[in-house]
């Protein structure tokens, strides 16, 4: 046992208090004097009265000798039931109360062993701060983790699909300038598994929008850097995570991929902190099932009370998927779902996927001018985010409006 030391010390602990209990019952009285010591202060009394009264003269000697010998008996008497009453409970009763005693103090140290840290060394929250800080700093480069990263086996390439690519990445030595080139050069690079190319395209049109660059590309730029390294956020990628963050606090990709880091480094309370918001995305969210899946794991280990709320209701996908249905039912389902959202937003508000989810969902029931005033209102709540706004244009095309 590695911890011999700890347990031995443990036992020692326990076998102390076990010693003390015994000690205690075998010396225990009843916490109230027994009716036997009241006794004996009576007759203590009387006795002291019949002196009295002869010494006055208000009672006959042989009448005194008589109430001194009944007054005497009676304390005798009370005597030995005071001495009765106060005894130390029986061997048996001890024996009783130890092997009830015993079970407790033996659970107490299997609890402790199952929920505590037997022989890890007490860590104040500033040591672990610390740790957590040095954990963060000695983390490997982004090409270094890369190099580390296991390769994922390359998908199958339609032989259409990658001629494709090699006119795609030949326009661009030609046209290094072509952002919606780099655009589609990035998301076909990382479809097909180069994950070093896109970002290399990536990292290219992020410098070439410089301050016009939004937080939907310095996250996905980031989202990529941590695909390359198997899941792991290096130094670099951190830096493309805060760059979203700071244009924009809410958007859940970076938020997503800056609490993985914080975990790993051991900040689970800064983890928490940035994943709980991401629980009111929609249902169908990329992050919506790792996040469900580890956030309850991430609130104990920071030690925080957290119960995962059940997953929300219907969402876009499953209003498409109500086409199914009945007439009936569908148009049922899918009304109420858009009351009870429309209402949240009106008295609530919410991040652009629930106001892009009402603005698909008003077009599925063919309430065009609905859907209109809703996209027009959420674009003015969302001015000056280009990310959002551009999500929010994405609902109002499938709404089948013309934004």
């Known amino acids: 046992m590695d911890n011999w030391q700890f347990w031995l010390a443990a036992a020692a602990m326990v076998l102390a208090v076990a010693a003390t209990i015994y000690r205690a019952l075998l010396r225990a009285g009843p916490a109230i004097a027994p009716a036997a010591s009241y006794d004996l202060q009576v007759y203590r009394d009387q006795l002291a009265e019949v002196d009295r009264d002869l010494a006055r003269g208000t009672l006959p000697a042989e009448e005194a000798a008589r109430l001194r010998t009944e007054i005497s008996r009676r304390l005798l008497d009370a005597d ?19 092997l009830l005693a015993l079970p407790v103090l033996g659970a107490s140290a299997l609890v402790y062993d199952r929920l505590g840290a037997p022989g ?3 860590l104040p929250l500033a040591e672990r701060l ?38 795609l990445r030949a326009a661009m030595k030609t046209r290094p300038d072509d952002q919606r080139g780099l655009e589609l050069l990035a998301a076909n690079e990382a479809r097909l598994g180069n994950l070093a190319a896109s970002r290399a395209a990536m990292e290219k049109l992020i410098a070439l929008k410089g301050k016009s660059a939004t937080a939907e590309d310095h996250a996905a730029l980031a989202e990529v850097m941590v695909m390359a390294t198997g899941g792991l956020v290096s130094p670099e990628a951190e830096a493309e995570l805060t760059a979203a963050l700071t244009l924009d606090a809410s958007n859940p990709t970076a938020r997503y991929y800056y609490g993985v880091m914080a975990a790993q480094v051991g900040r689970f309370d800064r983890t928490f902190e940035l994943w709980q918001p991401l629980l009111d995305g929609p249902a169908d969210a990329p992050w919506m099932e790792p996040v469900r899946a580890q956030i309850e794991d991430v609130a104990f280990r920071a030690g925080i ?51 892009a989810k009402l603005i698909t969902s008003l077009g599925v029931l063919d309430r065009k001018d609905e859907a209109q005033k809703i996209y027009t209102e959420a674009l003015a709540k969302f001015e000056g985010r280009p990310s959002e706004q551009g999500f929010l244009k994405e609902a109002a095309l499938n709404a089948g409006l013309t934004p």
């Open 80 to 98: 030995r039931k005071a001495s009765a009453e106060a005894a130390p409970p029986s061997r048996s009763a001890t024996r009783l109360a130890l």
């Open 130 to 167: 610390a740790m957590s800080d040095e954990m963060r700093a000695k983390r490997p480069s982004q090409a270094q983790m890369e190099a580390d990263a296991p390769k994922p086996e390359a998908p199958p390439v339609d032989p259409a699909f990658a001629k494709l690519m090699d006119e």
């Open 305 to 355: 009370n957290f119960t995962l709320p059940d997953a929300k209701g219907p969402d876009a996908g499953a209003v498409a998927a109500a086409q199914d249905m009945s007439a009936g039912d569908r148009q049922a389902m899918i009304e109420g779902m858009v009351a009870q959202l429309g209402d949240s937003l009106a008295t609530e508000g919410g991040p652009v996927e629930d106001w």
């Open 120 to 122: 890890y060394p007490d």
